[in-house]
Nanobody, 123 residues
Framework: QVRLVESGGGLVQAGGSLRLSCAASGRTFNRYFMAWFRQGPGKERELVAT????????YYADSVKGRFTISRDNAKNTVYLQMHSLKPEDTAVYYC????????????????WGQGTQVTVSS
């Protein structure tokens, strides 16, 4: 079992930056494939980015490619999402998620979820 706690959300103007963090409990964090999802108002939950257990492989949704960077520090049991050039359409609740398995874009295959952190981008 792993417990995930996100932080770092907030209100930012368009063009600004934020860094989200997701702290995981437990001693087996490096076994988990991690991802960030988001759910905007009136929208379905969508995948933002993923990172492999070692951090060597990453994946980004087209909508955030070149603006967002996912990373992890296994020594600190933490995964990050650095967001630059934020747009109003990035406004959403951002969720950290983990699974013991390979790459997947399917949210239903992620066993562990944080409570979410709100990101609001004003125009």
């Amino acid at each position: 079992q792993v417990r995930l706690v996100e932080s770092g959300g907030g209100l930012v103007q368009a063009g600004g930056s934020l860094r989200l963090s997701c702290a995981a409990s437990g001693r087996t964090f490096n076994r988990y494939f991690m991802a960030w999802f988001r759910q905007g108002p009136g929208k379905e939950r969508e995948l933002v980015a993923t990172i492999s257990q070692s951090g060597g492989n990453t994946y980004y949704a087209d909508s955030v490619k070149g603006r967002f960077t996912i990373s992890r520090d296994n020594a600190k049991n933490t995964v990050y999402l650095q967001m630059h050039s934020l747009k109003p359409e990035d406004t959403a609740v951002y969720y950290c998620a983990g699974r013991q398995g390979p790459f997947s874009t399917n949210s239903y295959l992620y066993n562990y979820w944080g409570q979410g952190t709100q990101v609001t981008v004003s125009s």
